[in-house]
């Protein structure tokens, strides 16, 4: 069985809890006090689950160290998106995950249903976006909006093996070329 775990997080009020409890069957979403960690199981199949989770308090990375780095699918990064006063902090948080690892992340601009909402493009250029960063934009009690921002992270993972994959084939072209002929 092979287990991956995305990391959830973002400032205090962003709608981490409620993401998470979207995601699916209840039963599957739980709280650990003693860790301070709130967690999502995502069952794929007999060979592969998913553990999605966040620290209750969203300033802890600790817990992130815990998890070896080749079991890290991505992160996500929710932003309330009313409030550009926490984007610094998300902006914060994003660095802290990339420092541990280098991985795919997308930036959930939440609160979209609320007036006033900045666009998803304005909250990610205001965190800052490279080509390992998505931004989708989030309603994080409708549980198809949750969804779909869930397989943004996915579909950004598929870019980055893509792009390993044409890396590979190039290096063995370039292999390939510079082996001498035999007679």
Known sequence: MTTLHVFVTG???????QF????????????????GLEYRHLVVDDTLDVYLFC??????????????????????????????????EAR???????????LPTLIAANKQDLPGAATPERVGASIGMDNMTGVQPC???D?????????????????????????IAEIERMMAQNQPTQE
């Open 55 to 88: 620290a209750i308090d969203a300033t802890r990375f600790d817990h992130l160290l815990e998890i070896p780095q080749r079991d890290l699918l991505g992160y996500i990064i929710l932003v309330d998106s009313t409030h550009p006063e926490t984007w610094g």
């Open 92 to 102: 914060i948080m994003m660095a802290n995950c990339r420092g541990y690892a280098l």
């Open 139 to 141: 309603i994080a009690t």
């Open 11 to 17: 400032p205090r009020g962003s709608g981490k809890s």
């Open 143 to 167: 549980p198809q909006s949750v969804r779909k921002v869930f397989l943004q992270l996915l579909y950004l993972v598929k870019h980055e093996i893509d792009r390993l994959d044409a890396l």
């Open 20 to 35: 998470l409890a979207e995601l699916g069957d209840s039963a599957n979403c739980w709280l650990d006090d003693e860790a």
